[in-house]
């Protein structure tokens, strides 16, 4: 098992057939398209990788990335602190055809030297797997609104009748098109 920093390159098949786990810390100040998504570049995201061949003889990395990012509230533009969780599932192959016949739950990932850049692998996963939108919780976003719901405060059970039952927008068309 490797602990501390993590290296630059990496032989997925040669670790996946020695059963070697891979722990580490990735900052996000070293991942040039991830920053650029992000409020701001401080954080750091926790590696955890296995490497291990299955029954087919395939060489597997699984593993999980983990880390607390600094996106951009999409309702108040304040900063909003996201908890992130991605599992990394992936199976080692060299061409097309390998990467066809994998079952649904492995993303193929294609080496054909050897070794492989950690860093771009480990950014694209997390690029992959962040939200599309970032939130604060309603009760501690910044963005002057009381609540983001149409029903009365009460909920639906104060609803009235004739407030559901509005005039239709369109009835004056239905009288022109009568003559009235």
């Keep these: 098992m490797f602990n501390g920093q993590l290296p630059k390159h990496i032989s997925p098949r040669k670790l996946a057939y020695q059963s070697a786990e891979l722990q580490g810390v990735l900052p996000v100040a070293s991942c040039p398209r991830l920053k650029d998504m992000l409020a701001d570049d401080r954080a ?10 299955d029954e087919q003889r395939r060489p597997l990395v699984t593993g999980e990335l983990e880390a607390t990012l600094s996106m951009v ?21 060299r061409n097309d ?3 066809r016949n994998l079952p649904a ?5 294609f080496v054909e030297d050897e070794a492989v850049e950690l860093l771009p692998l480990l950014e694209e996963e997390v690029i992959l797997n962040m939200p599309a939108f970032a939130y604060h919780e309603n009760d501690t976003c910044h963005s002057n609104q009381e609540t983001y719901s149409t029903l009365p405060e009460g909920g639906a059970d104060e609803l009235d009748v004739e407030d559901v039952q509005r005039p239709n927008p369109f009835s004056v068309l239905a009288g022109l098109k009568t003559g009235k």
């Design 97 to 99: 055809e390998q990467a």
């Design 105 to 109: 739950n492995l993303d193929p990932l």
């Design 44 to 53: 750091e995201i926790s590696v955890n990788l296995r490497f291990e061949v």
């Design 73 to 93: 509230c999409q309702r108040c533009l304040d900063v909003a602190e996201i908890q992130f969780v991605a599992c990394v599932n992936m199976a080692v192959v």
